[in-house]
């Protein structure tokens, strides 16, 4: 029998309405651009050439020179406020571990003999967060965002090198300045800390002498790789700050080795903080970030590069928050049709227009 009973044809039309209704007022309402200022975050990166530097014999490049008549000459102890003279309402920043310290102040760098490949060996200097003068220096610093109110979100570490490498007293060694940049980041006040995954630049490949190919030599390197996170998250995790994996060459290129990782590591303090353009091949542009967004819940680097034909930023970052992303994404300009300011706000544009 058809029930046709006006009462309760309203009834389920009324329900029907009330179910709309519910639905609509879940839906999240868009990001007021206050908000949306909020969940960016400037970055060293683009704007490298401006910091101060140790004396060349080779002198400053054009390009430097060109950035700082426009910009000016600036060190890490400054950057706090030229984020809020040069982007109003961003309060974050990504800060790279290479313009880190005093440059007139050795006490607070480490040095490191490298042979190049023309011969010649170079001296490295990288800032040392445990000597007594770079604790000092760290104070200060936070001290100058404090102020400011501009905060330490993410350090883009380069420091801590070796980290995959199967010489265990590299590794070893690449481990303990992690721990000693975790101390160092958690005096900043900083939420997560990259660290890269070393080993070959270019990771080892499957071969097939006979049959079927495989690739034993990468295992390796990631047995090595996992060993290395889950003793740095367990470190991460005392000091109060989460180490990262970026897609930043070597094993991490591959977002699937980053998830392997991540997955063996599963601590809570062990996460990855994606590079929209620092793939192999384009494929990798939103796939790859697809297959990372996921394990991304604080970090992200935006990025335009003009190493790709053609980047969607926009479509990147609507990757990311259909994956529920709700953290920082900073602002990372590698290179193009504009200096390293332009571009970081041209990224900025990019990003809050899809957020």
């Known amino acids: 029998m058809t029930d046709s009973s006006p009462r309760r044809t309203f009834l389920r039309s009324a329900a029907g309405m009330a179910a709309a209704a519910q639905a609509i007022s879940a839906a999240p309402r868009p990001l007021t651009d206050k908000e949306k200022l909020a969940r960016l975050a400037t970055n060293c990166w683009p704007v490298r050439m401006l910091f101060k530097s ?16 426009k910009y000016g000459e600036i060190t890490m102890l400054d950057f706090p406020q030229w984020t809020r003279d040069q982007f109003p309402g961003i309060t974050q920043m990504d800060l790279w571990s290479s313009v880190f310290g005093d440059v007139s102040d050795d006490s607070m760098y480490a040095t490191q003999e490298f042979k190049m490949q023309d011969g010649q060996t170079r001296t490295m200097y ?17 001290n100058n965002m404090a102020k400011l109110g501009v905060k330490c979100h993410h350090v883009s570490n380069n420091a801590p090198r070796n980290i995959s490498d199967l010489d265990e007293a590299r590794r070893r060694e690449g481990i303990e300045v992690a721990k000693k940049w975790l101390d160092g980041s958690a005096m900043l006040g900083a939420k997560t800390m990259r660290v890269n995954t070393g080993g070959p630049r270019i990771a080892p490949e499957a071969s097939a ?22 003793e740095m998250a367990d ?3 005392k000091a109060g700050v989460i180490v990262t994996i970026e897609n930043h060459w070597g094993l ?7 998830r392997v990782v991540l997955d063996e590591v599963n601590h809570p303090f062990c996460e990855a903080s994606p590079d929209y353009c620092n793939w192999e091949h384009e494929y990798m542009l939103y796939h ?3 297959a990372l967004a996921p394990y991304t819940h604080h970090t992200v680097h935006a990025k335009y590069w003009n190493r790709w034909k053609e980047v969607d930023l926009q479509r990147c970052t609507r990757i990311m928050a259909a994956a529920g992303f709700r953290g920082i994404t900073a ?5 193009g049709p504009w200096d390293g300011v332009e571009g970081m706000r041209h990224l900025q544009k990019e990003v809050m227009a899809a957020l």
């Open 54 to 69: 140790r004396p060349s014999p080779r002198g400053v490049n054009p390009q430097t020179a060109e950035m700082r008549k």
């Open 126 to 142: 990288e800032f040392d967060p445990s000597s007594a003068s770079g604790k000092r220096w760290l104070g200060q610093l936070a």
């Open 331 to 335: 602002l990372e300009y590698e290179d």
């Open 235 to 237: 470190y991460g995790a």
């Open 288 to 290: 790859g970030l697809s």
């Open 209 to 230: 002498a006979t049959g079927y190919p495989k690739n034993d030599e990468i295992v390796k390197y990631l047995d090595k790789c996992i060993e290395s996170f889950k």
């Open 252 to 258: 991490s290129a591959n977002p699937m080795n980053v």
